[in-house]
Every structure is written in C-alpha cells, then in structure tokens.
Nanobody, 117 residues
Framework: QVQLVESGGGVVQPGGSLRLSCTGF????????ISWVRQAPGEGRELVAQISSGGGTTNYADSVKGRFAISRDNAKNTVYLQMNNLQAEDTARYYC??????????WGQGTQVTVSS
C-alpha cells in the first residue's frame, strides 16, 4: 500500500526551527520528485520546496528562500524540510507530495506547523 507519512510538526515561537520528515512506503521512492506543499486556513496550496529524485536539484518558494532547506535520504525513503527563523505566516498544514511522470501523484496526510508567541 502506497503511503507518505509526515512528522515533525508542532508549535514553535517566532524565530524558532522545526524539521519535518516525509517517509514513503510501497513505491519506488527514489524515482520520485518530492515536494512540500503547505496550506493555511482559508488559503490555497503553496509549493514550498521541491527536490529532484536524486537530490541534486532543489527549488524554493521566494517566501522561504534562505530559511528552509529540503534534503533527502533515499536509503531511508525520507525527505526532510529544515525550517529556520519561522514566522507567523509560515503557520499552515504541510503536506508531502510525490510525483513522477506517468505515475499517480501521492500525497501524505500532512503535519501541522503553528508559529505563535
């Protein structure tokens, strides 16, 4: 059964850090581009960061450049999102997405990140 499982969310003060993890099961994780997508209440989805299948190429939304870093360990079927200097506007539910041309797109259930003093 295909699954993407996110973890690492929580409540953090402004300026704090969190590291999210996304682990894949039931498919060839290392062949897929992995993205982190977030959605705040009442807002649309925003692509936050993306990493190529081999990890050599990364892309970031302008809103997180210089603060977030995406990485992957294909031996562990896991992608990470290191989030530093978190701000209130980063509050959202963060979803992991796996996609490969010609394959279905897989989504996780998400993990909540709340930045509040």
């Amino acid at each position: 059964q295909v699954q993407l499982v996110e973890s690492g969310g929580g409540v953090v003060q402004p300026g704090g850090s969190l590291r999210l993890s996304c682990t894949g099961f039931g498919f060839m994780f290392s062949n897929f581009v992995i993205s982190w997508v977030r959605q705040a209440p009442g807002e649309g989805r925003e692509l936050v960061a993306q990493i190529s299948s081999g990890g050599g190429t990364t892309n970031y939304a302008d809103s997180v450049k210089g603060r977030f870093a995406i990485s992957r360990d294909n031996a562990k079927n896991t992608v990470y999102l290191q989030m530093n200097n978190l701000q209130a506007e980063d509050t959202a539910r963060y979803y992991c997405r796996a996609n490969q041309i010609g394959r279905p797109v897989y989504w996780g259930q998400g993990t909540q990140v709340t930045v509040s003093s």
